[in-house]
């Protein structure tokens, strides 16, 4: 059986003066390539100069213009392109179209995230934080925040049939644009968590990423043990500053692509 085609993308968008998002950016997509990853990846950037100063075949780089903007609406901006995306994205050549966020690291091969049939939408709920916490309940029902007995879903990993992605987008978009439920921040991701609730209205089939695959060592207390998140597909570093994040995906980067017995890079630097 042929291979599923997948393509991958990711959002960078970086305030004048910084470089953070396009850092992560460079680090994700060169961890997807490092893991043997079979599909193509696209990164969506609001600056003029290229992530990767060498064009590389199988990565795409989309330029978005965004207004000068403060830090949280440059970051609700490129929240918005979750979903907007579909508007320049070529998805015709692909079976799976897949979004990670910019601060996610591969570990080891994510083509086999998407071996499975039985699905159209795959997502990953954050274990032991309740779909009620605020970053998720936004477009909740008052019933649905007594009754509701599951952990919220991130927005920052999924995947969909590429089929079904056009209708997916515009659906979390229509959600997340409408005024919410309770006088809460946050829209993309609490709509992200509303589109699932209502999945089956639409026909569309759910199913949860691989138990253990995606990680949260900056976030969740049961991932942060090392021994716990190295054997991960996907390291998701939410829960910290981009500063922070950034240095933690660089140190896991080396050690997961660069660690040899010799200490070979380690001999090289040494003054």
């Not at 100069?49 to 330029?63: K, M, T």
Request: negative net charge; hydrophobic residues 40%; aromatic residues 10%.
């Amino acid at each position: 059986m042929a291979s599923k085609r997948i393509l991958i993308y990711t959002i960078a968008f970086d305030a004048p003066g910084s470089a953070t998002c396009r850092q992560m950016a460079r680090l994700l997509v060169a961890s997807l390539v490092r893991t043997g990853f079979d599909g193509e990846c696209a990164i969506m950037r609001n600056t003029m100069d290229p992530i990767f100063l060498i064009p590389r075949v199988g990565i795409q780089e989309i330029f978005v213009e965004t207004e000068p903007l403060c830090d949280q609406a440059l970051a609700d901006e490129a929240k918005r392109w979750k979903f907007r995306a579909r508007e320049v994205l070529d998805i015709q050549r692909f079976d799976v179209i897949a979004f990670l966020d910019v601060d996610c690291l591969a570990l080891r091969k994510v083509d086999v995230l998407f071996e499975a049939d039985d699905w159209d939408i795959l997502f990953q709920r954050e274990a032991g934080r309740g779909i009620q916490d605020d970053v998720f309940s936004s477009y909740l029902t008052r019933q649905e925040m007594e009754s509701l007995n599951c952990d919220g879903v991130n927005s920052g990993t999924w995947a969909t049939r590429a089929t079904v992605y056009p209708a997916i987008m515009e659906e979390w978009e229509r959600i997340s644009e409408r005024a919410p439920m309770r006088d809460l921040p946050w829209r993309d991701q609490p709509g992200w968590n509303r589109l699932l609730l209502d999945s089956s209205r639409h026909g569309w089939q759910l199913r949860p990423f691989t138990e253990g695959a995606i990680k949260f060592p900056l976030h969740l207390d049961r991932d942060k043990d090392w021994l716990c998140y190295r054997e991960s597909v996907i390291l998701h570093c939410l829960g910290a500053r981009d500063v922070d994040k950034l240095q933690f995906m660089y140190g896991i980067y080396m050690q997961t692509f660069f660690h040899d017995p010799q200490g070979t890079i380690p001999n090289l630097l040494d003054m």
